[in-house]
């Protein structure tokens, strides 16, 4: 079945530093991929999706991610970590063929001063 | 644009009490979901909905049930409710099955 795998559920940059988030993704065809934001007590916003048109995809917020078919791979990036960065992060599967949409375990980034 | 509403946003629940989640949304989205967000697991899918008319499992549906009232709304139900189902509820919707979702606020479940 199809899935999504977040490595490290907790990361710690410095501001300033570059952010990087990973997702794995398990999937025989090409999937449609997404990446998410969560603040505090509020529900999810999209930071940018993969929908095969280009590998590299940017978002909101300076966000970037960028698919990889030979690794599986579809980790956010953000050259330049702000404290408003802080927050947890999802990426998420549209399961092929099916109306199913799956989500990672997440990952809580914190930005140190 | 309200886009995903739920109510509540809160309820304390007694062990084995029933209780019923609203979802609604005014984006004339085909599809819609009921998620459940507890620490270190991420949002599982509980039961999703294609299209008015039609409902399948997630990959935790035991202990719910759902109605899709009309396309606008996505109900999820307790029967009885138990303590494992404390939980922070979300509902989604989306245009179709390669388009991303739109969340509600979520409701903070507590069963004492």
């Known amino acids: 079945a199809q899935s999504v795998t977040q490595l490290g559920s907790h990361v710690s940059v410095s501001e300033g530093a570059l952010v990087l988030l990973r997702c794995n993704y398990s999937s025989s065809v090409p999937p449609y991929l997404f990446w998410y934001v969560q603040y505090p007590n509020q529900g999810l916003q999209l930071l940018l999706k993969y929908t095969s048109a280009a590998t590299l995809v940017k978002g909101i917020n300076g966000f970037e991610a960028e698919f990889k078919k030979s690794e599986t791979s579809f980790h956010l990036t953000k050259p330049s970590a702000h404290m408003s960065d802080a927050a947890e992060y999802f990426c998420a599967v549209s399961v092929s063929g099916t109306y199913k949409y799956i989500f990672g375990t997440g990952t809580r980034l914190k930005v140190l001063a | 644009n309200a886009g995903v509403t739920q109510t509540p946003k809160f309820q304390v629940l007694k062990t084995g009490q029933s209780m019923t989640l609203q979802c609604a949304q005014d984006m004339n989205h085909n599809s819609m979901y009921w998620y459940r967000q507890d620490p270190g697991m991420g949002l599982r899918l509980i039961y999703y909905s294609a299209s008015e008319g039609t409902t399948d499992k997630g990959e935790v549906p035991n202990g719910y049930n759902v109605s899709r009232l009309n396309k606008r709304e996505f109900s999820l139900r307790l029967e009885s409710a138990a303590p494992s189902q404390t939980s922070v509820y979300f509902c989604?919707?989306?245009?179709?099955?390669?388009?991303?979702?739109?969340f509600g606020q979520g409701t903070r479940l507590t069963v004492v």
């Open positions: 989604a919707s989306r245009r179709d099955k390669n388009t991303e979702a739109f």
